[in-house]
């Protein structure tokens, strides 16, 4: 167990709605990064948070968002779905010293039908 | 365009004898690099690392090697063990800490009796 916690684990939508995915960091954690892994695909960085602020940003399309709470629980909001958003959508955090290590939570499942 | 690629999408290798993963790399800016494991309905697991100032780095039965003028790293196991079968990731992260990892695609370690 990582410490980091996704839900939910799984989620089936169809194509134009908007979901939201939620991210709990590990204690003490101030990092959040979110990562899409799309079939065949190798992980994808999307977006990074510290602290609640956007600390980077990768290939996060549009329509994707994303904020961190003050209590560092994170969230990624998917609008607009369509076939092509369905993936595995891991979140990670990591403390101000281990930057470079991020963990990993198991996952959300996102299926668009 | 990848700037960290694992050509091989998977490695068969019989139980006890060395398995090699290899990861090669394009951007010159990256100064960290570490491998993940990840079985399958679980988040990637961190294993070990390496800074861009050395060239060697060791912990157990895993040694990682990065030859940065070749922009290759790889992942060495010794013995294989039936519990080492999974995807195994190398990623790659440039200054300072603050920005999300660049993924391969993985390579699926297969460990035959």
């Known amino acids: 167990d990582s410490g980091v916690t996704q839900t939910p684990k799984h989620l089936i939508t169809a194509t134009g709605q908007r979901v939201t995915l939620r991210c709990s960091p590990r204690s003490g954690d101030l990092s959040v990064y979110w990562y899409q892994q799309s079939l065949d695909q190798g992980l994808q960085f999307l977006i990074q948070?510290?602290?609640?602020?956007?600390?980077a940003k990768g290939n996060i399309l549009e329509r994707f968002s994303a904020q961190q709470f003050p209590d560092l629980h994170s969230e990624l909001n998917l609008s607009s779905l369509e076939l092509g958003d369905s993936a595995l959508y891991f979140c990670?955090?990591?403390?101000?010293?281990?930057?470079?290590?991020?963990?990993f939570g198991q996952g959300t499942r996102l299926t668009v039908v | 365009d990848q700037q960290v690629k694992q050509n091989s999408p998977s490695l068969s290798v019989q139980e006890g004898r060395i398995s090699i993963l290899n990861c090669d790399y394009t951007?010159?800016?990256?100064?960290?690099f570490l491998w993940y494991k990840k079985y399958p309905a679980e988040g990637p697991t961190f294993l070990i690392s390496?800074?861009?100032?050395?060239d060697k780095n060791e912990d157990g039965r895993f040694t990682v090697f990065l030859n940065k003028s070749a922009k290759h790293l790889s992942l060495h196991i010794v013995p294989s063990q039936p519990g080492d079968s999974a995807v195994y990731f190398c990623a790659a992260r440039a200054g300072g800490g603050a920005d999300g990892l660049t993924f391969g695609k993985g390579t699926h370690l297969i460990i035959q009796p």
């Open positions: 951007n010159s800016m990256f100064d960290y």
């Open positions: 390496i800074s861009s100032i050395k």
């Open positions: 948070y510290y602290n609640g602020e956007e600390r």
């Open positions: 990670a955090s990591s403390h101000p010293g281990q930057g470079a290590r991020p963990f």
